[in-house]
């Protein structure tokens, strides 16, 4: 369970400068601004824009075209399900459907009390052990309706 | 004396609960454990191996309920039990490879420069260093290696390219953005002999006179992530890197199409990862527009034998222009699923019943996509298929990087044809026509074609669509998605018909 830091401007200015000097320092402070807030909250596109000499307009582009950066923190635990076809060979499209009846949440969605958020990944490089997921950070292999039951039993 | 015990750290062997086992093991008496990648027989994961007088013996697959029974059989000294494997050298599927890419993989512990070094590591830099840059060039050019992450250039004529080219800034750049479904080498090799990556990046940088290595890595690979990290700072502390070519690890962020060259050029600059139209080719004008060389991990770590063992070593194993060995990956619905290297020219049909022993499922195979997303799907009519870049292009399909994915007769084969299409949509960069359009089109037109819509009409243009996005896109995703979506047609047209459908049901 990763817990994140409330938005901060001063952190944020920080997190940046940290990184600014090096070439090409978009994507490490991206990671870096979601891995201390759990998201690349808005009030960072402009600070990063001033920092590497880019409009905003040209940051908000490459924010949003990763699929990895969230705009809003994540819940207490992330679940990550593979859709790709290795996965799919082995039932994960059944799987994932019935994880998002379970949770009542679509892709990206965060359950009702905060507990876990869904996300999707196009392959953890786990195929030959699929279904895979990987909830918050730790690798899971051969998943089906049961493990996840039990699994997301925990996720409170 | 104390036993020593291997347990991999490769993230699918953590998957399937090898943490628990080592550090159940760890507690058990007097154990010296090494955590190791894996040998990539993922259906014995995690597979554990004890030092014995008459070699490692492997144990597998071994669950935590197990240990107390291994134990009482003397398991610490190689004894009998139902899980016993005996020589993992000996197992079939180990003992039918030519492993030299992965040499190490699986038997080393990765991050100990010393094992690396035991086991033939950093000979093939030596031997760069000692015979000069132009000749370490030759030396790959004359070993036929190509280019492993599908495209199969030429490395020598790459490198050759980029060290003529002026510059005062080079680079060297790995494309670890191993985003192919079904692929898992370059994530093995890098939780489990990640030096052979540095010492392969060493020597590109040595031989074009480049001046500092980046390695493009998907943040979907954690453990390699910091598993790689870490071999760099042992590399850089122990001075394996020469002074003037330092190497940095960047982390990708979820973007498929990073895995493009020229896309993953931008986004190592900072950039949206949008395609670039070519020329400029990255030789003479990549990284920050400086010369780039831009391979992928396996080809780069197929370098370091080569140097060590020659290239007519390399040449002599293959078949047609296809030389040396490549890291298949044996993926998705098989019974033993795992890494097989071995010399091209191997058929489709040998990897998937004789090495992969059929589906895991049990019910019959019936449709096989090799290289990734954007690879054809093949029927077992077309099984005797070699192994070898030509001869997939020859059957409209590609052997990518390595990955095959065997579906049972479960699979609906419009539905894969449609999330190719679906794929595409998402992942699209959103350069060019064809691809960003074309794909979101594409996805409405099956949708028409299986709800019985206009039925032949929309089959024809269907295909109409297909040749428009592989003739007219800037890359291979838009260019080589129309390989799944006309494969599944061609093959299995039944499947985009509605009244068998109905019939069915």
Known sequence: MATYEAWSEARGAEIIAAHADQQGATLPILHALQDMFGCVPAQAVPMIARALNLTRAEVHGIVSFYHDFRSEPPGRHVLRLCRAEACQSLGADAVAAHVRRRLGVDWHGTTADGA????????????????????????????????LDTLLERAR | MSTRVYVPRDAAALALGADAVASLLSQSGDVEMVRTGSRGLFWLEPMVEVATPEGRIAYGPVTVADISGLLDAGTLSGGAHPLRLGRPEDLPFLAKQTRLTFA????????????????????????????????????????????????????????????????????????????????????????????????????????????????????EYPHAIATFNAALDIARREGVLAEGFDIEQRVGAGAYICGEETSLLDSLEGKRGQVRAKPPLPVHKGL?????????????????????????????????????????????????????????????????????????????VRAVQVGGPLGAYFPPALFDTPFDYEAFAAKDGLIGHGGVVVFDDTVDMARQARFAMEFCAAESCGKCTPCRIGSVRGMEVIDRIVAGDKLEANLELLRDLCHTMKFGSLCALGGFIPYPVMSALEHWPEDFRTMRREAAE
């Open chain 1, 116 to 147: 876990v958020t869904l996300e999707p990944v196009f392959c953890f490089g786990l195929c030959a052990v699929g279904p895979a997921a990987m909830l918050d950070g730790a690798p899971l292999a051969r998943m089906d309706d049961a493990k």
């Open chain 2, 104 to 219: 190490r993989c699986g038997i080393v512990d990765p991050l100990s420069l010393d094992d690396y070094r035991a086991h033939g590591g950093l000979k093939g830099l030596a031997r760069a260093r000692e015979i000069g840059p132009a000749a370490t060039i030759e030396v790959v050019t004359q070993s036929g290696l190509r280019g492993r992450g599908g495209a199969g250039f030429p490395t020598g004529i790459k490198w050759k390219s980029a060290a003529d080219a002026a510059g005062e800034r080079k680079y060297i750049v790995c494309n670890a953005d191993e985003g192919d479904s079904g692929t898992y080498a370059d994530r093995m090799l890098m939780e489990g002999d990640p030096f052979v990556l540095i010492e392969g990046m060493a020597i590109a940088g040595f031989a074009v006179g480049a001046t500092k290595g980046y390695v493009y890595t998907r943040s």
């Open chain 2, 288 to 364: 920050f527009g400086a010369p780039t060389v831009i391979n992928n991990l396996v080809s780069l770590a197929s370098v370091p034998v080569i140097l060590d063992k020659g290239a007519e070593f390399y040449r002599d194993i293959g078949m047609g222009r296809s030389r040396g060995t490549m890291p298949i990956q044996l993926a998705g619905n098989l019974k033993y699923a795992g890494l097989f290297e071995c010399g091209f020219g191997i058929t489709l049909g040998e990897l998937v019943n004789d090495i992969g022993g059929g589906t895991r499922t049990g019910r019959p």
